[in-house]
């Protein structure tokens, strides 16, 4: 996968700091997840490929990621696990999955579930890193009963990052039945 990636010349440092971003949101909600370690490395793949298609179509890049992750070429990915990258990469952005999709409507259950939880994820990691100029360095995240808080560093609330952040986490909500909320250190 590496060196398919390699091919792709667009913004490789947003995609790198959007892997680290989500995760370091991955390993903190383990228990509210409740996935493993190969769920793990399919959000870190479609992390690093979640805007290939940007150099065809910026408009619906998410879309052309899908068709590009898809159609690949990966030696040692089954063409399960390639197709949950695919579609995680394709939900990074705009419309959640739906059963209208044939692709997603086409997986178990549990994979269906799988792929919703990792893009929830994902939206929020690829949010901030908004202006892709890595500003947030570092998130923690904090559980209680009804309630995310992502412990940013830096934070500034009105910076692109969060406001991208809140609006991207409407899946993220759908999913966990948690509210969202964004702070800094010093917030706490």
């Given at each position: 996968?590496?060196?398919?990636?390699?091919?792709?010349k667009?913004?490789?440092d947003?995609?790198?700091?959007?892997?680290?971003?989500?995760?370091?949101?991955?390993d903190?909600l383990r228990?509210?997840?409740?996935?493993?370690?190969?769920?793990?490395?399919?959000?870190?793949a479609?992390a690093?490929?979640?805007?290939?298609?940007?150099?065809?179509?910026?408009?619906?890049?998410?879309k052309?990621?899908?068709?590009?992750?898809?159609k690949?070429d990966?030696?040692g990915?089954?063409e399960?696990?390639?197709?949950l990258?695919?579609?995680?990469?394709?939900?990074?952005?705009?419309?959640?999955?739906k059963?209208?999709?044939?692709?997603?409507n086409a997986?178990?259950?549990?994979?269906k579930?799988?792929v919703?939880?990792?893009?929830?994820?994902?939206?929020?990691?690829?949010?901030?890193?908004?202006?892709h100029t890595n500003?947030?360095?570092?998130?923690q995240?904090?559980?209680t009963?009804?309630?995310?808080?992502f412990?940013l560093?830096?934070f500034?609330?009105?910076?692109?990052?969060?406001?991208?952040?809140?609006?991207?986490s409407?899946?993220?909500?759908?999913?966990f039945?948690?509210?969202v909320?964004?702070?800094?250190?010093?917030?706490?």
């Amino acid at each position: 996968m590496n060196r398919w990636m390699e091919t792709f010349k667009w913004a490789p440092d947003h995609m790198r700091q959007v892997s680290i971003l989500a995760l370091m949101i991955f390993d903190d909600l383990r228990p509210l997840h409740g996935l493993d370690e190969h769920d793990r490395f399919l959000l870190q793949a479609a992390a690093i490929s979640h805007d290939v298609g940007f150099l065809y179509d910026e408009e619906n890049h998410h879309k052309v990621s899908f068709d590009l992750i898809r159609k690949a070429d990966f030696s040692g990915l089954n063409e399960l696990d390639q197709m949950l990258i695919a579609l995680i990469a394709r939900y990074h952005r705009k419309s959640p999955p739906k059963k209208k999709h044939k692709f997603f409507n086409a997986l178990e259950e549990k994979d269906k579930g799988r792929v919703k939880k990792l893009a929830a994820l994902l939206r929020i990691a690829d949010g901030l890193d908004r202006t892709h100029t890595n500003f947030v360095k570092k998130v923690q995240c904090q559980l209680t009963e009804s309630t995310v808080v992502f412990v940013l560093e830096p934070f500034e609330e009105k910076s692109p990052e969060v406001q991208a952040g809140l609006k991207k986490s409407a899946l993220f909500m759908e999913v966990f039945n948690r509210h969202v909320v964004f702070c800094g250190v010093a917030h706490l």
